[in-house]
């Protein structure tokens, strides 16, 4: 790796592989007053990581990145095995990013034995993803409350991109009195809209052409939305006559629901906060995406610009 890759103040992470080394950096960090920030991810890390780091390392004194392809999380006939990983190359990223610390654990580390205890949050977990992929969110849930009880007292920084995730992880800590602040991050785009995500690899040429449709009936749904409109059903339907004009896309949902609940109302209400979520199998892949937008309010520049940054690394 050559040095002018990286920024003269920037310290490659330490690669921590067992918790008891992790706890043990930790709790003399905080020993010592300082405030530890954690990112979790699978890795294969890109820029809409590296914007979670960054903001982690802006504002914790020691920030921890953990790189766990996470078994319970992936069903059967998932892409678990296939799924991209590269530790030296996160590494790297993280790094320019701000991170001290790269938690690599292996699976063992991580589930010793059968696991007997999992976590479930009800009711939004069964929804959206949670239809598409039974499991997933326990998966999801058990392994980040074991990154939580790892890492201990800290600020914990996860993608709106995956708004459900966010949703379950924030409900998770409150419910169960986690020391932790759970803090949601603006989606990193390419610059024709679509959102970085590490299975965007799986994408074909031809695939990663219409890829951008995603986002464009998303902004469809935002603007009716912003314009008034208040039937969930309508808008919908915008978000799927758009996706509809590519046949590569195998839609599974596309939807407009309250934020925090994720179900649909008969009817939102001028003022409301809507969600649009989207989800779609694109060739190999299965792609997610949302954005926001409220009942009859314009979208402000701020909004559309925090929805199609492209930070760089
Ligand atoms: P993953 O490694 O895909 O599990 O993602 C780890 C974290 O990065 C999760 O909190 C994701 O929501 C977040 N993330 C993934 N892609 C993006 C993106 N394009 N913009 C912002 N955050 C993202």
Not at 246 to 260: C, I, Q, R
Not at 290 to 306: E, W
Request: aromatic share 6%.
């Amino acid at each position: 790796m050559s040095p002018e890759r990286h920024a003269p103040t920037t310290v490659l992470p330490v690669i921590v592989t067992t918790a008891a080394e992790l706890g043990a950096r930790l709790d003399a960090a905080r020993a010592e007053g300082r405030t530890v920030g954690l990112v979790p991810t699978m890795g294969a890390l890109h820029r809409g990581h590296a914007g979670l780091i960054r903001l982690a390392a802006e504002r914790c004194d020691v920030t921890v990145v953990s790189v766990f392809v996470n078994p319970l999380q992936f069903g059967a006939g998932e892409d678990f095995e296939a799924y991209p990983r590269d530790l030296d190359a996160d590494a790297d990223l993280a790094g320019r990013a701000g991170a001290d610390v790269v938690f690599a654990p292996p699976v063992e580390e991580m589930y010793p034995r059968p696991i007997q205890t999992t976590v479930h949050v009800d009711g939004i977990t069964t929804v959206l993803e949670g239809a598409f992929r039974p499991g997933h969110f326990d998966g999801v849930s058990t392994v980040v409350a074991k990154l939580f009880a790892l890492t201990g007292r800290c600020r914990a920084y996860f993608g709106e991109k995956d708004w459900q995730q966010l949703a379950v992880v924030r409900r998770m800590a409150a419910d169960l009195s986690m020391p932790v602040a759970v803090i949601g991050v603006p989606t990193v785009r390419e610059p024709d809209g679509l959102a970085l995500s590490s299975r965007n690899v799986y994408l074909s040429p031809a695939e990663r052409e219409v890829a951008p449709l995603i986002h464009l009936a998303l902004q469809a749904g935002a603007q009716l939305v912003a314009d008034g409109e208040t039937d969930p059903v309508s808008i919908s339907s915008v978000m799927v006559s758009v996706l509809a004009t590519e046949p590569a896309f195998d839609l599974h949902y596309a939807v407009a629901v309250d934020p925090h609940s994720l179900v649909s109302p008969p009817a939102f209400h001028p003022g409301d906060e809507v969600r649009l979520l989207v989800a779609t199998r694109l060739g190999r892949a299965r792609l997610i995406d949302n954005a926001g937008a409220i009942v009859g309010l314009p979208q402000t520049p701020y909004d559309r610009k925090a929805d199609t940054t492209c930070a760089g690394a």
